[in-house]
């Protein structure tokens, strides 16, 4: 991919934004989340997973963009197995193991793959 068009660009920025609230959507949870869960709490879950599907659709139209570059299809498949991490929410019953989950696994993996993913963005988005 040559040039990217307005539409492109712009939606690569919001994309880089994205992953800069789901990094602090992850963080609030590890700090606020307790074994008392606050409506809050789910709501910043439920908002993150809407985040993260976001991303996902992004992500099908950022393969096509970038096809000829083989990096791109390598983070796609680094950020499903950052959400294969997630999946396992779901499976725990509490929130002690929830927030142990985001600490020890889901943060460091989603972090470790956003600034991958940021530095390939970047020279797309530095105008």
Do not use: C, G
């Not at 992953?19 to 963080?27: F, G, H, I, N, R």
């Not at 590890?30 to 992004?58: I, T």
């Not at 509490?94 to 993996?109: Q, Y």
Request: aromatic share 12%; glycine share 0%; hydrophobic share 45%.
């Amino acid at each position: 991919m040559s040039e990217l068009t307005a539409e492109q660009h712009h939606m690569l920025k919001d994309y880089n934004e994205v992953l800069d609230t789901v990094s602090e959507a992850l963080v609030y949870l590890e700090k606020n989340l307790k074994e008392e869960a606050l409506d809050e709490d789910q709501q910043v879950f439920e908002d993150l997973l809407l985040a993260f599907e976001q991303l996902s659709v992004r992500h099908e139209q950022m393969i096509i963009w970038f096809e000829d570059k083989v990096e791109m299809s390598m983070l796609v498949a680094d950020y499903h197995e950052v959400i294969d991490l997630l999946k396992k929410w779901f499976v725990f019953e509490s929130n002690e193991e929830k927030r142990k989950l985001l600490t020890e696994n889901v943060i460091p993996a989603f972090e470790s793959w956003k600034d991958k993913m940021q530095l390939f963005v970047k020279p797309y988005i530095a105008h």
